[in-house]
């Protein structure tokens, strides 16, 4: 018989084509097998029973990295000349759409040659095979071959020749195959050498020699890695990992660790076997831990400061083993790129935008064809099982695709323009939505062109062409001026997407549900459809509509966006209005008179002071008016003192009030209470682990409302979708996960892509197919 087969999914730079030649040959089949555009091709000929197996683990075992979506047999004419053994052929190209592998961490064998004095790999940072190594940083175009690679400038020596060609070596046909007689250079240097290795510097081992022990004197490195350049020093040395926070400007957030292996992190955090497997998957993200208490702590405490958590992550590059193992301590590994701005992924930009920043540099000659920074993920203890939750959905995940529901997909090919803060952006045909790795936020003109190109390089690499394009409501957001103008350049029909509705239609999505559900949308700030800013909000919603049921209350922001880095500003303005005899100076007796005045003046007359439902906001102001964090350098960096004081607390002591009004949640009681524990002397830790109880207890208050709500309408609503940036914060995530379990409620939360705005891009494409799927909405 002879069989034909069109296979579909991660399938190439996965080490596919030799698994299929390995396996027919020991089916004692015969035929071929090519890369396509749209995937690979196989004609294979032999016994029917052959035939059959070869299917049975084609489907069953593929090989580590391949993710198959489709298959489609046909039976073909003839049967071949009966020969045994499969033929690889050279790729075709036609219009068609095949998925990219992510890059993925360095394999057990990669590294035991890297390690063996007598291979010829041996200290060689460029090191990888079919099983590891970079992929979506390195392509260029589809099918997947050197040729479309970033690898295409180092030709094969005889021996990785012999490798590649060889169908028994786990190298056969591995695109980014490379040694130190062919393949890209690795150099040290303290000056300009950005082109290559200048006279006197190290190169090799030498030059990973030479960067460990700089850092050992404290200095700080500037590591051309992956997807883009790391800012690398000691974690243990306090001096060091100031000196990088200073000139990078950046005080309080959080940096990232690598450590040569798990063990190495328990001695400063909690570490669970799910994020013991999650450090050592092929993704290889940064894991956040929380933070162990014993008294000699063994990194320094500038690495996060005022937060409960460490990010962690494991060495996922040949380089890094290589650097660790040198080091043999800590590293901090933080994005290289001034604040505000892509990251830095070409020698020369890192000279002309790091050089400030950095000591030396390790630099190689292998071009990266995009910026990928690392991902981040957080483990959640839900009360039935560990959740694998994205932070930061990037390098080890894109461009994997993530799919809307069964039935549901977007009937005209769609582009997505995400939100201003964390953008990731999308494409999305049919069910599958491919979805940017992570740009950042756009206030920076650097970073919208970075956004329009990584959109455009989806379309292309993946062969979509949007006839409609999806944004945000917002009328001010850069994201959603590219899509307007975009639109109307182009002809596409616009799809707006109110930002809420967004959080709650992805998180429905990636749980394969429609809808409806209950929806709590909890954030900082999203516009909403009164041209309020919404973020404390309670929906009913499917992919297609939503309806709000009820919010937080309306409060003052005096100074709007400036207030979210002054929080003291928005505890000042929530107690002035809401306990107005109340004397709040006793709270911040280091503001000047005169600040005080100007927030009275701006309160009462409404100046510059938009209104708000955001319940990240009253996290904010709870967070300042316990002395927790007055002034903000970062995103949610009150919000995170606020969680890490409520861990360092076991008191749970009655909720404070947060009663329902109709469709407002009032929060008078809530202060009320706060102050009086203040006032009493209870300490810090006992009343944010109060408050976070509190909010959680209003989730169950307010999901019963809603089901009650629908059953009056005599409909039965039993799922709860959690939305939104504020569910990031773990301890509150497991506290209302619990007692809206305990309600018997279905709880959906997020697993594939972020609950915060980085996961809005998909939100706003399953909204479009909901409404392309939907004639009328639930609510009609």
């Known amino acids: 018989m002879r069989w034909q087969l069109a296979i579909q999914g991660v399938v190439q730079g996965v080490g596919f084509r030799p698994f299929v030649h390995n396996l027919a040959c020991r089916l004692r089949l015969g035929g071929w097998v090519r890369n396509t555009s749209t995937g690979v091709e196989v004609d294979l000929q032999g016994a029917s029973e052959g035939l059959e197996a070869f299917l049975v683990e084609l489907r069953d075992r593929p090989p580590p990295l391949a993710r198959i979506l489709d298959v489609q047999v046909s039976e073909a004419a003839g049967t071949g000349d009966g020969r045994i053994g499969v033929e690889i052929r050279e790729s075709r190209t036609e219009v068609g759409r095949t998925l990219v592998s992510p890059d993925v961490a360095t394999c057990d064998a990669c590294l035991r040659e890297m390690q063996d004095p007598a291979d010829r790999r041996f200290g060689y940072a460029f090191t990888n095979c079919t099983h590891c190594g970079p992929r979506w940083t390195i392509v260029l175009d589809v099918p997947y071959d050197r040729s479309r690679t970033t690898m295409a400038g180092f030709p094969l020596c005889p021996a990785c020749g012999r490798e590649y060609g060889n169908p028994a070596d786990r190298r056969f046909h591995a695109q980014p195959v490379a040694c130190p007689a062919c393949g890209p250079v690795l150099w040290y240097s303290e000056g300009g050498d950005a082109q290559g290795p200048g006279d006197r510097c190290p190169t090799g081992a030498e030059a990973v020699t030479a960067a460990a022990r700089r850092m050992d004197r404290g200095g700080v490195l500037a590591l051309k890695g992956l997807g883009g350049f790391h800012l690398s020093c000691r974690a243990d040395q306090p001096g060091a990992v100031r000196q990088l926070r200073q000139v990078k400007r950046r005080p309080y957030k959080p940096l990232a660790v690598m450590v040569r292996r798990v063990e190495t992190a328990r001695a400063f955090c909690e570490v669970t076997p799910t994020e013991a497997r999650l450090l050592g998957a092929p993704e290889a993200p940064i894991v956040l831990l929380r933070k162990r208490l014993c008294p000699e702590y063994p990194l320094a405490t500038e690495i996060a400061p005022g937060n409960a958590c460490v990010g962690v992550m494991l060495p996922y590059t040949p380089l890094h083993h290589l650097l660790l193992t040198e080091a043999d301590g800590p590293l901090v590994m933080t994005s290289g790129n001034p604040i505000g701005e892509p990251l830095c992924i070409d020698n020369a930009e890192a000279i002309q935008r790091l050089g400030a920043f950095t000591d030396a540099y390790l630099f190689h000659n292998r071009p990266i064809a995009r910026r990928c920074d690392d991902s981040v993920m957080l483990v959640a203890g839900l009360p039935d099982a560990s959740v694998t939750q994205p932070v930061r959905r990037s390098r080890g995940l894109a461009p994997l695709p993530v799919f809307l529901p069964e039935g549901v997909g977007v009937t005209v090919a769609l582009a997505a323009a995400g939100a201003d803060l964390k953008n990731v952006s999308a494409v999305a045909q049919d069910r599958q939505v491919f979805l940017t790795q992570h740009i950042g936020d756009l206030e920076h003109p650097a970073a919208r062109e970075e956004q329009v190109e990584a959109i455009l390089d989806l379309e292309r690499m993946f062969r979509v062409h949007p006839e409609a394009v999806a944004c945000d409501l917002h009328p001010g957001y850069a994201s959603s001026r590219y899509a307007r103008q975009r639109a109307q350049d182009e002809g596409l029909a616009l799809v707006e997407v109110q930002h809420h509705h967004a959080h709650i239609a992805g998180c429905l999505a990636e749980n394969d549900r429609t809808g409806p559900a209950i929806g709590l949308s909890f954030d900082g700030t999203g516009y909403g459809t ?182 009056k309408s005599g409909r039965a609503v039993n799922q709860v979708a959690l939305s939104g940036g504020v569910w990031q914060n773990r301890l509150l995530l497991e506290m209302t996960a619990r007692v809206l379990r305990d309600e018997g409620f279905d709880v959906l939360v997020h697993h594939a892509v972020p609950a915060n705005d980085g996961g809005l891009a998909y939100g706003q494409a399953a909204v479009a197919a909901g409404r392309m799927a939907a004639s009328v909405g639930f609510f009609e």
């Not at 003046?601 to 102001?621: C, E, K, W, Y």
């Not at 524990?677 to 944010?688: L, T």
């Open 530 to 711: 009164d041209g309020r800013i919404w973020g404390g909000e309670v929906l009913l919603a499917n992919l297609a509509d939503f309806e709000r049921v009820c919010h937080l209350e309306y409060l003052p922001l005096p100074g709007g966006d400036a207030a979210v880095r002054r929080p003291y500003r928005i505890a000042m303005a929530y107690v002035h209005c809401l306990l107005p005899n109340l004397d709040v100076r006793r709270f911040f007796p280091d503001v000047p008179e005169r600040e005080f005045g100007m927030i009275e003046t701006m309160v009462a007359q409404g100046l510059n002071s938009p209104l708000t439902s955001s319940i990240g906001r009253l996290f904010d102001a709870v967070s300042a008016l316990l002395g927790l964090c007055r002034e903000a350098t970062h995103e949610a960096q009150a919000a995170m003192a606020l969680e890490d004081a409520a861990l360092r607390s076991r008191a749970d002591g009655p909720c404070y009030d947060l009663p329902l009004d109709g469709d407002v949640i009032r929060v008078q009681s809530l202060f009320e209470g706060i102050v009086v524990d203040v006032q009493n002397g209870v300490p810090a830790p006992d009343i944010a682990r109060r408050f976070h109880q509190s909010v959680a207890a209003l989730c169950r208050a307010a999901a019963r409302a809603a089901q009650a709500r629908e059953a």
